[in-house]
């Protein structure tokens, strides 16, 4: 008999839970300052970690390889100030194999004293699957 305003209530149920799978990353957590510029299948930034040594910023990323073979990873840094714009001049790209099951840790010190925040961007040409 009602079963007209039940539909409602259900599109609305589905638009929520569709809402909710795609959050934003959390500020401060590894995927709020990686940028992955295509699917990775088998190369993954485990661990991040970044502080002010000698007023420069000093960043570590630990990048694990879940596969059996190597695999070549691209990654350069964007150094950013307090307002959040680009600090220095584009960093030119950075390869690292690594190794099969194996974890590389990259370590990179900012260019100047008014770097704040960063931003890694990583791509792996060989380890590429469909984007969504």
């Known amino acids: ?9 259900c599109v609305a149920l589905l638009l929520l839970n569709a809402c909710a799978t795609h959050k934003p ?5 590894i995927h709020a300052k990686v940028e992955q510029l ?8 485990t661990d991040l970690r970044a502080v002010k040594r000698n007023h420069l910023l000093t960043v570590q990323a630990e990048i ?3 596969d059996s073979d190597n695999q070549q990873l691209y990654y350069r840094f964007k150094w950013l ?3 959040g714009f680009t ?10 194999l690594v190794y099969a099951y194996q974890k590389q840790t990259l370590t990179a010190v ?11 961007v990583v791509q792996s040409p060989d380890n590429t699957g469909e984007l969504p």
């Open 38 to 45: 295509s699917e990775m299948s088998y190369l993954r930034v």
């Open 87 to 96: 600090v220095g001049s584009e960093e030119p790209w950075k390869p690292v």
């Open 1 to 9: 008999m009602h079963s007209y305003k039940i539909i409602p209530f």
């Open 25 to 29: 990353p959390q500020p401060g957590s």
């Open 64 to 66: 694990n390889n879940t």
């Open 81 to 83: 100030d307090a307002s």
């Open 110 to 120: 900012a260019p100047s004293p008014q770097v704040t925040d960063f931003r890694l």
